[in-house]
């Protein structure tokens, strides 16, 4: 028994394909399954907006496949069967599916029980609860290093008898050698935290946190930004706007340009409530 592996994109439809695909005979991979057929023209979507490819997941457990080194990289073997192929040669925007990929590859290549592990170092002697010395934090490449964990992990170091640190913290991302690349490269959207590149210290996805408030008493909306960063300066308010909450991050006619100073030079509705925006910071190698 294979589990089917589904690669589709189709906007603005969500299906449940297990049940209708890992039954497919082998003899017919061009023809999309009924119940599949009948959901795309339910929804609109045209069969040739579609591309499908079912196959078993490399390394699994199959008649047909007899590899050499069963699920690692570089096994070589009879090729799975396709139980499905749709428009499988067609280019296609892949969006978050191609996220199968890459989370295959990282269980493949690293295992299913990988964790990243931050180590604290200190090169010099430690008396009374002062580092006489500079404190070390070497970075594993951790893509989850938020503020949370940050603080976790610095509260651990409180714990082992350090204090204060008479000297520098150091931060040691070399375990990553990644040139630079322009942020807006992937979709023009250079502000999005998910457009950050790989660091071996990726602190909290390099981002700012920018929270709204509206005050109506004092007609402004109150800014809060996490986390705090060192000589940038940020409003801490700007005007509120009357009517419906609308596009209200074009509103905002926000400026993040310098890395030492935000600008709002809008307003912000006062019906949108409370809003969240995480913004990527112009400046990743000066943030952490």
């Known amino acids: 028994m294979f589990r089917p592996v589904v690669l589709f994109r189709c906007a ?16 017919s991979p061009a023809a999309l399954p009924p119940e599949f057929a009948q959901a ?39 090729p799975p069967p396709v139980r499905l192929s749709h428009r499988a040669d067609a280019s296609m925007n892949p969006a978050s599916v191609m996220k199968l990929i890459t989370t295959y590859a990282g269980l493949d290549l690293l295992g299913t029980d990988f964790t990243w592990t931050n180590r604290v170092y200190v090169d010099g002697p430690v008396s009374d609860g002062v580092l006489d010395g500079n404190l070390i934090i070497r970075g ?21 008898g350090v204090r204060e640190v008479r000297g520098d913290i150091v931060l040691d991302r070399s ?19 998910y457009n950050a590149s790989p660091d071996g210290l990726l602190v909290n996805f390099k981002s700012l946190v920018f929270t709204f408030t509206p005050d109506p008493a ?28 609308g596009d209200w991050r074009a509103g905002l006619r926000a400026d993040f340009s310098s890395p030492d100073r935000v600008r709002f030079a809008g307003r912000y509705p006062a019906a949108c409530g409370e809003r969240l925006w995480p913004v990527a910071y112009v400046e990743p190698r000066a943030y952490a």
């Open 218 to 245: 004092r007609a402004q909306a109150l800014i809060r930004s996490e986390p705090p960063i060192a000589g940038v300066e940020i409003p801490a308010s700007l005007a509120l706007a009357p009517g419906p909450c």
């Open 12 to 27: 603005a439809l969500h299906l449940t394909l297990g049940s209708a695909l890992a039954l497919l005979p082998a003899a």
């Open 140 to 160: 594993s490449g951790d893509p989850k290093l938020v503020l949370e964990r940050v603080d976790a992990l610095l509260r651990q170091v409180m714990a082992q």
């Open 40 to 78: 795309l023209a339910r929804a609109g979507v045209p069969a040739d907006a579609v591309s499908v490819m079912v196959t078993p997941v490399p390394g699994a457990a199959s008649a047909s496949m007899t590899p050499v080194s069963a699920g690692r990289a570089g096994a070589v073997g009879t």
């Open 175 to 193: 375990i990553f050698q990644v040139p630079e690349r322009h942020p807006g490269a992937f979709d023009d959207e250079p502000l999005r935290p």
